[in-house]
Nanobody, 121 residues
Framework: QVQLVESGGGLVQAGGSLRLSCVASGSILRIDIMGWYRQAPGEQRKLVASLGSGSASYVDSVKGRFTISRDNAKNTVYLQMNSLKPDDTAVYYC????????????????WGQGTQVTVSS
C-alpha cells in the first residue's frame, strides 16, 4: 500500500541538468531516510545520495554536482543533477525507509520503479 513513483528522467547533453522527483504515497506514518540509487548497464546498483533528518550524503563522483532535497509535507524527495556527465547515465531509483500506518512496529524500505537518465557526450 506504499508506492514510490519517480519522474524527471530523460535524455540530456553533457553539461546539462535534470531534476528527478520521487513521490511516496499510501498509508504512511513516517518516512525516515530517503535516497537515490542508480544502476548502469552491467553494474550493480549504487547509492548516489541520501537524506535523513540531519544531513545529506553523496557518492564522491557526484559531489558538487548533485543536490538531494525533500519536501516532507508532500512526501517527496528530489535530486537536482547539474553538470551531467555520460558516466551519470543509468536508471535512477528512489528509496524510502517507511513506517506504514498498517504496521507501526516495522520499518521497511520501498523502491520506485526507476527512471532512465541518459547523458550524451
Amino acid at each position: 500500500q506504499v508506492q514510490l513513483v519517480e519522474s524527471g528522467g530523460g535524455l540530456v547533453q553533457a553539461g546539462g541538468s535534470l531534476r528527478l522527483s520521487c513521490v511516496a504515497s499510501g498509508s504512511i506514518l513516517r518516512i525516515d531516510i530517503m535516497g537515490w540509487y542508480r544502476q548502469a548497464p552491467g553494474e550493480q546498483r549504487k547509492l548516489v545520495a541520501s537524506l535523513g533528518s540531519g544531513s545529506a550524503s553523496y557518492v564522491d563522483s557526484v559531489k558538487g554536482r548533485f543536490t538531494i532535497s525533500r519536501d516532507n509535507a508532500k512526501n517527496t524527495v528530489y535530486l537536482q543533477m547539474n553538470s551531467l556527465k555520460p558516466d551519470d547515465t543509468a536508471v535512477y531509483y528512489c528509496i524510502a525507509d517507511v513506517i506504514a500506518n498498517t504496521d507501526r512496529y516495522y520499518k521497511r524500505s520501498y523502491w520506485g520503479q526507476g527512471t532512465q537518465v541518459t547523458v550524451s557526450s
